[in-house]
């Protein structure tokens, strides 16, 4: 009996692995994508599946916080240190990476998840963004007239909407990253100490 059940645990944890490898990979190209259709991607039966996970969104919730946890490894690894300004460069240009991937992921994540989980599983970037913009801010290389919280959902739009439009064919992906980086670095750029509260001064 001992035997057995490590056994039968080690079996269910590879079927899950898989199946939530299947739907990451799927949900990805298509965020309306089948219960169905992933148990087939999967190598498992539809009842297998459900055995796992009761509902799509439970599925869905496992597959965006599965390829958000594999960004965040990713994104950990960037090198923060130095100028503020050049350091949000290097962020930005590995979290176009991560956002390509999961853009379809985030719409059938929306599609399901309430907007509290979403932003749960989105924390630990966010405060990675805002970690760097308040130390920016104090370095004096990036705003301080609009809230923290607004600056990160603001990065968090811009990369989504360059995702969004490269999935429309309107940008080339291999463009992204300097756009990216050249607007939001642009949006952070501090005010010009002229007078001109409107004009942010030059990068």
Do not use: C, K
């Not at 690894?77 to 390509?100: H, I, K, P, Q």
Request: net charge negative.
């Amino acid at each position: 009996m001992t035997s057995t059940r490590p056994r039968r645990r080690a079996d269910a944890e590879r079927s899950i692995a898989r199946i939530v490898a299947a739907a990451r990979a799927s949900l990805s190209r298509d965020p309306d994508a089948t219960v169905d259709s992933i148990a087939e991607a999967a190598g498992v039966g539809r009842m297998t599946l459900y055995g796992h996970f009761p509902t799509r969104a439970a599925l869905v919730d496992a597959a965006f916080a599965d390829a958000l946890e594999a960004g965040d490894a990713v994104l950990s690894a960037v090198d923060l240190t130095g100028n503020a300004r050049d350091a949000l460069s290097r962020l930005l240009a590995s979290s176009w990476e991560v956002v390509a991937e999961s853009v379809s992921l985030l719409a059938a994540a929306q599609g399901v998840l309430p907007p509290g989980r979403i932003r749960e599983l989105h924390q630990n970037a966010g405060d990675r963004i805002g970690d760097l913009i308040r130390r920016g801010q104090a370095d004096g290389v990036f705003r301080t007239d609009l809230p923290l919280s607004w600056l990160v959902n603001v990065v968090h739009y811009v990369l989504h909407g360059a995702a969004e439009e490269v999935r429309a064919e309107r940008l080339a992906a291999e463009e992204v990253p300097a756009i990216v980086t050249a607007t939001i670095q642009s949006i952070l750029a501090p005010l010009a100490r002229s007078g001109d509260s409107q004009r942010p001064a030059e990068p």
